[in-house]
């Protein structure tokens, strides 16, 4: 095991509207809301959904490929390194643009879908 399951990631343009959404619908409330990002927990304090701002947002149009969902997953890890050795080893791809900030990493896995490696700070 290379790390643990933090939260899912929703693309939208207004993390606080869609998360009040969310945690309405859900019966979550929010551990975390920068105005960029907002985090909803479980009633154990788990994260669990997770929704960041995107500028010129497109909503996804289902089943049209050429609109397709925004979300992605956000993996926990102890250590980036280790950890971002691990997954491309395993036929992940560091995508073009991460510029490896300390506490998150965004990769593509082997089809191409994006997830983030991210540390507990």
């Not at 900030?101 to 082997?110: C, H, L, S, T």
Request: aromatic residues 8%.
């Amino acid at each position: 095991m290379i790390g643990n399951l933090f939260a899912t990631v929703i693309d939208c343009p207004d993390p606080d509207e869609l998360a009040g959404f969310y945690a309405e619908l859900l019966g979550l409330s929010r551990q975390e809301d920068t105005g960029e990002y907002a985090v909803l927990q479980n009633d154990a304090g788990v994260a669990v959904l997770a929704f960041q701002r995107v500028e010129d947002f497109r909503a996804p149009r289902w089943p049209d490929p050429a609109r397709p969902s925004q979300m992605h997953l956000d993996v926990l890890v102890e250590n980036l390194d280790v950890a971002e050795e691990q997954v491309l080893a395993q036929g992940a791809t560091l995508l073009d643009g991460s510029d490896k900030p300390i506490g998150y990493r965004v990769y593509a896995d082997p089809v191409g879908h994006p997830f983030c490696l991210i540390t507990p700070q």
